[in-house]
């Protein structure tokens, strides 16, 4: 059984900055790439970045480009969304998510079929 469990979210003033991680287990972490979505109320689920099993070659939504980066430690089986220059419009629920598929890295949810709880995330201007 997969689980993934997310940490870091918190209120934060804009231009401010947070680290979610999100812990993995399961099966072997490393065989699989990640993504970080978020779902602000009354808004549609957004693809925030993906990362691929090596670290490299990461995938960001075009919303939080040069603000945001995602990373992974396999030793951890971990991976990190630093977010940084936050705005109000970053408000939202941050979920992890992993596929099914190993090397398959996604855009879109539905390409993912593990997900954590979410962890909540406040930027106040």
């Known amino acids: 059984q997969v689980q993934l469990v997310e940490s870091g979210g918190g209120l934060v003033q804009a231009g401010g900055s947070l680290r979610l991680s999100c812990v993995a287990s399961g099966r072997t972490f490393s065989s699989y790439a990640m993504g970080w979505f978020r779902q602000a109320p009354g808004k549609e689920r957004e693809f925030v970045s993906a990362i691929n099993v090596y670290g490299d070659s990461p995938v960001y939504g075009d919303s939080v480009k040069g603000r945001f980066t995602i990373s992974r430690d396999n030793a951890k089986n971990t991976v990190y969304l630093q977010m940084n220059s936050l705005k109000p419009e970053d408000t939202a629920v941050y979920y992890c998510?992993?596929?099914?598929?190993?090397?398959?890295?996604?855009?879109?949810?539905?390409?993912?079929?593990?997900w954590g709880q979410g962890t909540q995330v406040t930027v106040s201007t």
């Open positions: 998510a992993a596929p099914d598929r190993r090397y398959y890295v996604g855009l879109r949810g539905d390409q993912y079929k593990y």
